[in-house]
């Protein structure tokens, strides 16, 4: 490489920089205007615009504007040695030399110039004469930057849309609340469906009480859609203890006990013996419960009066309870077990009441045993003579209830 090459490029490399300079402030000047403009218009209307990795983005645009602008203004080598011939009044003839190259190998006049151009290019001292400079926008370029940063540490939200974005939320909050309030009605209307269910069986009575109204949540961000969840859930865990309920054995025992107590012959009158057998006969064992304690008043009164229409009415009474107590003594109703034995297991109409009658005069275990042990060569499945076995069971538990009942009765007839 020649000593004018040499001083050329270095010169060229020099310039170079400062037009990199030049355009990387012009470039950090526009990207700072672009982020003020969009920090200003955040502030104004609150657009949550995250703030300072808008002004990395900003800067980050800066470095491909530096670039383009850079390569539209990129110094030629012909440009850099004029610039070198005004620096250190060599006449143009560094540039003479570059603009010859190598043609002025062919022509004497040329070699001369080259010869000439190479003596004064060895005693010129380029960064002496191309210095490295300050961009002229470089203030302009600062006082932005830091005119931005004091912006964003010190300039409040104005909000400026903030009247009619109250307006729209209190109109939004209104329409929530009414739509949270028709979902909480209408589970309040399915609830009440499920406490009148429950307490129309007596074994449900507890879980009636169980069952608490919605809450609305304490969030006031809450949605309706929170609102719907947790009336959904509540309806499911209703759900789900009403089904553990229906399959609980000792319902399963009490609806078997109401269903012999259907059988009853209620005594007419609204006496309160009569108002018992009725109560018992609908399965009604809160109203029984009331109606024996009507008895049990009259009684203590027609015993302490002890004259002879009390005496009568006493009696009456009496007989009352012990015709009750009969009753309850010999229900007894094995019809459609036995329907399910000829249905499932094939047996005739007489066998299936003739094995009933067995098992009747049996151990409530030993029974239950030996309707396994008939069942098991009957070709029904383990499930079907499971279930045979405890209706059995259920009949049984339910015999036993009434009968019970029906000794009570006696007691207190007595």
């Given at each position: 490489?020649?000593?004018?090459?040499?001083?050329?490029?270095?010169?060229?490399?020099?310039?170079?920089?400062?037009?990199?300079?030049?355009?990387?402030?012009?470039?950090?000047?526009?990207?700072?205007?672009?982020?003020?403009?969009?920090?200003?218009?955040?502030?104004?209307?609150?657009?949550?615009?995250?703030?300072?990795?808008?002004?990395?983005?900003?800067?980050?645009?800066?470095?491909?504007i530096t670039a383009i602008a850079t390569y539209y203004r990129r110094v030629s080598p012909l440009q850099a040695?004029?610039?070198?011939?005004?620096?250190?009044?060599?006449?143009?003839?560094?540039?003479?030399?570059?603009?010859?190259?190598?043609?002025?190998?062919?022509?004497?006049?040329?070699?001369?110039?080259?010869?000439?151009?190479?003596?004064?290019?060895?005693?010129?001292?380029?960064?002496?004469?191309?210095?490295?400079?300050?961009?002229?926008?470089?203030?302009?370029?600062?006082?932005?930057?830091?005119?931005?940063?004091?912006?964003?540490?010190?300039?409040?939200?104005?909000?400026?849309?903030?009247?009619?974005?109250?307006?729209?939320?209190?109109?939004?909050?209104?329409?929530?609340?009414?739509?949270?309030?028709?979902?909480?009605?209408?589970?309040?209307?399915?609830?009440?469906?499920?406490?009148?269910?429950?307490?129309?069986?007596?074994?449900?009575?507890?879980?009636?009480?169980?069952?608490?109204?919605?809450?609305?949540?304490?969030?006031?961000?809450?949605?309706?859609?929170?609102?719907?969840?947790?009336?959904?859930?509540?309806?499911?865990?209703?759900?789900?203890?009403?089904?553990?309920?229906?399959?609980?054995?000792?319902?399963?025992?009490?609806?078997?006990?109401?269903?012999?107590?259907?059988?009853?012959?209620?005594?007419?009158?609204?006496?309160?013996?009569?108002?018992?057998?009725?109560?018992?006969?609908?399965?009604?064992?809160?109203?029984?419960?009331?109606?024996?304690?009507?008895?049990?008043?009259?009684?203590?009164?027609?015993?302490?009066?002890?004259?002879?229409?009390?005496?009568?009415?006493?009696?009456?009474?009496?007989?009352?309870?012990?015709?009750?107590?009969?009753?309850?003594?010999?229900?007894?109703?094995?019809?459609?077990?036995?329907?399910?034995?000829?249905?499932?297991?094939?047996?005739?109409?007489?066998?299936?009441?003739?094995?009933?009658?067995?098992?009747?005069?049996?151990?409530?275990?030993?029974?239950?045993?030996?309707?396994?042990?008939?069942?098991?060569?009957?070709?029904?499945?383990?499930?079907?003579?499971?279930?045979?076995?405890?209706?059995?069971?259920?009949?049984?538990?339910?015999?036993?209830?009434?009968?019970?009942?029906?000794?009570?009765?006696?007691?207190?007839?007595?």
């Amino acid at each position: 490489m020649s000593v004018i090459q040499q001083k050329v490029n270095r010169a060229r490399q020099r310039l170079m920089a400062n037009v990199i300079l030049d355009r990387a402030a012009f470039a950090i000047l526009i990207a700072t205007g672009l982020w003020v403009l969009v920090f200003l218009v955040e502030r104004a209307f609150v657009l949550h615009i995250p703030i300072w990795t808008s002004a990395w983005l900003a800067l980050t645009l800066a470095a491909p504007i530096t670039a383009i602008a850079t390569y539209y203004r990129r110094v030629s080598p012909l440009q850099a040695a004029a610039v070198v011939d005004q620096a250190a009044g060599l006449k143009e003839r560094l540039s003479t030399a570059v603009a010859l190259g190598p043609s002025a190998s062919n022509d004497p006049f040329a070699r001369l110039a080259l010869v000439d151009a190479e003596k004064k290019a060895a005693i010129v001292h380029v960064p002496a004469h191309v210095r490295l400079r300050a961009p002229a926008l470089w203030p302009w370029t600062t006082a932005a930057v830091v005119a931005a940063v004091i912006l964003a540490f010190t300039m409040p939200e104005l909000n400026l849309l903030a009247g009619a974005k109250d307006k729209e939320n209190e109109e939004q909050l209104s329409q929530t609340m009414a739509e949270k309030q028709a979902i909480r009605q209408d589970f309040e209307v399915r609830l009440n469906k499920f406490k009148e269910m429950a307490e129309a069986n007596p074994a449900l009575k507890d879980l009636a009480t169980d069952l608490e109204p919605l809450q609305m949540p304490d969030q006031p961000t809450a949605t309706p859609e929170d609102v719907r969840r947790e009336a959904a859930q509540k309806i499911d865990n209703v759900t789900d203890r009403l089904a553990a309920r229906q399959n609980d054995p000792k319902l399963e025992s009490l609806r078997e006990t109401q269903r012999l107590l259907s059988r009853l012959d209620p005594q007419a009158g609204q006496d309160p013996g009569a108002q018992l057998s009725q109560s018992l006969a609908q399965g009604d064992f809160e109203g029984a419960r009331k109606s024996l304690e009507q008895m049990k008043k009259k009684l203590e009164d027609a015993a302490r009066t002890g004259d002879a229409a009390a005496r009568q009415q006493l009696k009456q009474m009496q007989q009352q309870l012990e015709r009750l107590a009969d009753q309850l003594a010999k229900l007894d109703d094995a019809t459609y077990l036995r329907k399910e034995l000829e249905k499932k297991a094939g047996l005739s109409e007489a066998d299936a009441q003739k094995l009933l009658d067995q098992l009747s005069k049996m151990d409530p275990k030993e029974a239950a045993k030996e309707l396994q042990r008939q069942l098991g060569d009957k070709g029904m499945s383990q499930q079907q003579i499971q279930e045979l076995v405890r209706k059995f069971q259920q009949k049984q538990q339910a015999q036993q209830s009434c009968q019970n009942m029906g000794q009570c009765l006696a007691q207190a007839a007595q």
